[in-house]
C-alpha cells in the first residue's frame, strides 16, 4: 500500500503547472481526491503499519490477548504456553464444581474422562493470526490485542458428561412443595411453599463441557424451576381464617340449657384444603358432631317405630303396636349458621329441635297390617327315611323363618335367616350323593317356602333346583340354598320380593302330622296362581320337567307360560348305588 500512495503523489506532480492528461488520469477530472477514499486509503495505510509492528513484536511468541479460558498465554513461547497450561490443568484430576438452585455438587474431572491437549491447544493458540487467509490472518492479528478466547482441545469420553449429570440429577432435583396449614387444637401453622428445580440433563451436559473447554472449574446447571401450587401467602389468608375460629369458646344454647366447646374442640372440627386450586377452610361436620355429643344426648329422643304382634294359631291375628315421635336437632340449620359465622368471630348460637317421626307411624301400620292369606303349601317330611333325625333341623330353620316381616318391595333372603345357624348332623344331598352333614332338611323347607311364595304371586328372584329328584317335592316346584361362607362364588339362595303394596307375613312350622307348612299373608292383591309341572323326558340316566304358571290378577290373566325347565340326574345312595330316576317317588303338584 505505501507504494502505490508513492506512485500515486508521483503521478500527480507530472501533471501539475500545465493542463495536459498524464498518465491515467481523464480529462476533465480535476486534480482533486474523493474525501472518503483518501480516509479508507490513511485507514489502510495505518492498518499496515500497526500489522506490521505487530507481527515484528510477537515474532516466535503467541499474539498478544490471546487465552485458553482464564490462562493469558498472549507473549509466551510455545514452550512456555505449555508449561502454564500444565500447571493450569496437570492431568484432569480436579473437580468441576457444578452449581444450581438446590446447590453445588462436585464432579471429578476423571469421571468424565476429559483430557487437555496441551500441545494442540498451543498450537490453535500460536495460529491466531498466522494461519488461514489473507484476512482471517489479519483479522486475527487485529483482535488479539483486544483479547482473544481460543477454546482448548480438550478430548472427553463421548457421553461421559450426560452420564455424570444423570447419576446425580436425583441429588439436583427436588420436588416442589405446597404451602400447608396445620391446625392443633387451637394452634394454628403455617408451613412455608418452596419451589421444586427439575434438571435439564441434555443442556446441562453442554453447559460441563463448554466450562472444560474453557478451562473453567465450574459450570452452571440448567433446568426449570417448578413452582408450588400454593403460595407462602395463599397459606396465610387461610391461617387467619382458621385463627378467628379458634379465636374463644363456642356457646350453643336451647331454652334452659347450654353448651360450650373450647377454642381447642373448636380446632378439632376444623379442615384445611385445597379447593377449586386455593386452601379453603372449613368444618368436618362428622367431628364436630362427635365434640357435641353430650347437646346430642341431651336433646335427641328416638322415635319408636310401630310393629306388629301375632297371636293365635292356623288363624292368626295381626295386631300393632304403636309408635312415637322422637326428637331432633335441626342440624342443617344449625351447622349452616355455626359455617357461616364462625369464621368471621361469631361465637354463640341457637339450637332449635324438631319432631322426628318413626318410619313406620301407627297408622301407616294399621293400614298396611297383613289381613288375608295370599299363599299356602305343604311338603311331607315323613317320607323321607332318617325323617326322625331331619326334624330339629326342620324345626330349627322353619321357626327362623315364622313370624318374619316384609315390607313392601322388601327381599327376603332364606341364607340369610338360616346360614348362621347350628344344625344336627343327618342326611343330605350334595351333587346327587347322598352324604352326611349339617343342615339336613333346609332344602325341604326352602322349597316350601318357595312354592308358598310363588303361589302368593310374589317375585321369586333366585332359585337353583337340585341336581336330583327328591321325594318330598315335586320335581320342577324344588329349591335348594347352599353357603360356602362368607363372599363364596358358589353360594346357592332363594330369594323373593314382596311385590304388595302392604306388609307381608311369613310362616312356618313343623306339624306332627308328618308335614312343613309355609305360609303367606298380607293385603288382599286379587291375584290366583297355578302352578303345575310335568315330565318332558324321564328315563333310567336322569329326567327333564317343565314347570308352567298361570297368574291371574282381579280376573285377568297377566301371565301363562313355561315358568323353567329343570334336568335333573340320577340319585346315588350313601353306598355309591344309582337309583333310577323313575324308581324316585314324584311327589303330587299339591299334597
Request: aromatic letters at 6%.
Amino acid at each position: 500500500m505505501t507504494r502505490s500512495l508513492v506512485a500515486w503523489r508521483g503521478a500527480r506532480g507530472k501533471t501539475g503547472g500545465g493542463g495536459e492528461r498524464r498518465g491515467n488520469l481523464p480529462r476533465g477530472s480535476g486534480h482533486r481526491i474523493p474525501p472518503l477514499a483518501g480516509v479508507a486509503t490513511l485507514a489502510c495505510v495505518v492498518l499496515a503499519a500497526l500489522t506490521m509492528a505487530e507481527g515484528l513484536v510477537s515474532a516466535g511468541v503467541i499474539r498478544h490477548g490471546v487465552s485458553v479460558g482464564d490462562v493469558a498465554l498472549g507473549g509466551k513461547t510455545p514452550a512456555e504456553a505449555r508449561v502454564a497450561l500444565q500447571a493450569r490443568y496437570p492431568d484432569g484430576s480436579g473437580r468441576l464444581s457444578l452449581s444450581g438452585p438446590t446447590g453445588t455438587i462436585g464432579i471429578p474431572e476423571e469421571k468424565l474422562g476429559a483430557r487437555l491437549d496441551v500441545r494442540a491447544t498451543v498450537e490453535k493458540a500460536y495460529a491466531v493470526g498466522r494461519r488461514g487467509s489473507l484476512l482471517e490472518r489479519l483479522i486475527g492479528r487485529v483482535e488479539s490485542p483486544f483479547g482473544t478466547s481460543v477454546p482448548a482441545e480438550l478430548h472427553l469420553r463421548p457421553g461421559a458428561a450426560r452420564e455424570a449429570v444423570e447419576e446425580i440429577s436425583g441429588r439436583m432435583n427436588r420436588e416442589a412443595r405446597d404451602a400447608a396449614v396445620d391446625v392443633n387444637g387451637s394452634t394454628v401453622l403455617v408451613s412455608g411453599a418452596e419451589t421444586g428445580y427439575r434438571l435439564d440433563v441434555p443442556a446441562t451436559a453442554r453447559e460441563i463441557e463448554q466450562a472444560l473447554a474453557e478451562l473453567s472449574p465450574e459450570a452452571r446447571a440448567s433446568g426449570r424451576v417448578i413452582q408450588p401450587r400454593l403460595t407462602t401467602e395463599e397459606a396465610e389468608a387461610a391461617a387467619r381464617e382458621a385463627r378467628r375460629a379458634v379465636s374463644g369458646p363456642l356457646v350453643l344454647t336451647a331454652p334452659d340449657e347450654s353448651w360450650k366447646l373450647s377454642p381447642a374442640e373448636v380446632g378439632s372440627a376444623l379442615i384445611v384444603a385445597r379447593k377449586g386450586g386455593t386452601l379453603e377452610v372449613g368444618l368436618d361436620l362428622d367431628r364436630l358432631r362427635r365434640q357435641l355429643s353430650g347437646m346430642y344426648a341431651d336433646l335427641t329422643v328416638k322415635p319408636v317405630e310401630a310393629g306388629y304382634e301375632v297371636k293365635g294359631g292356623a288363624d292368626p291375628t295381626v295386631s300393632v303396636t304403636p309408635g312415637r315421635e322422637g326428637r331432633k336437632i335441626e342440624e342443617d340449620e344449625l351447622f349452616h349458621s355455626i359455617l357461616k359465622g364462625i369464621f368471621e368471630g361469631e361465637r354463640r348460637y341457637s339450637v332449635t329441635t324438631v319432631a322426628e317421626k318413626p318410619d313406620l307411624t301407627t297408622a301407616r301400620a294399621e293400614r298396611l297390617a297383613p289381613t288375608d292369606l295370599l299363599g299356602s303349601y305343604r311338603t311331607n317330611y315323613a317320607i323321607v327315611r332318617d325323617a326322625s333325625t331331619r326334624v330339629e333341623n326342620l324345626a330349627i330353620s322353619s321357626g327362623a323363618v315364622n313370624g318374619t316381616f316384609l315390607a313392601p318391595g322388601e327381599v327376603f333372603s332364606m341364607n340369610s335367616e338360616v346360614s348362621h345357624l347350628d344344625y344336627e348332623q343327618t342326611k343330605v344331598i350334595v351333587g346327587g350323593q347322598e352324604t352326611t352333614a349339617d343342615g339336613g332338611g333346609l332344602c325341604q323347607v326352602t322349597s316350601t317356602l318357595y312354592n308358598a311364595a310363588n303361589f302368593a304371586g310374589l317375585d321369586v328372584i333366585e332359585r337353583t333346583p337340585h341336581s336330583s329328584q327328591l321325594p318330598y317335592i315335586r320335581p320342577g316346584m324344588d329349591a335348594t340354598v347352599w353357603w360356602g361362607g362368607p363372599g363364596k362364588a358358589d353360594d346357592l339362595d332363594m330369594k323373593f320380593r314382596n311385590t304388595t303394596d302392604g306388609y307381608v307375613l311369613l310362616r312356618e312350622r313343623v306339624a306332627r302330622d308328618g308335614y312343613v307348612y309355609a305360609e303367606i299373608w298380607g293385603r288382599p292383591t286379587g291375584t290366583e296362581v297355578t302352578m303345575n309341572s310335568k315330565p318332558a323326558y324321564m328315563g333310567r340316566d336322569g329326567s327333564e320337567w317343565v314347570t308352567r304358571q298361570k297368574i291371574e290378577k282381579d280376573g285377568k290373566v297377566i301371565f301363562d307360560g313355561v315358568l323353567h325347565r329343570d334336568s335333573y340326574e340320577p340319585l346315588v345312595d350313601e353306598h355309591g348305588n344309582s337309583i333310577p330316576t323313575p324308581d324316585v317317588p314324584v311327589a303330587p303338584v299339591d299334597p
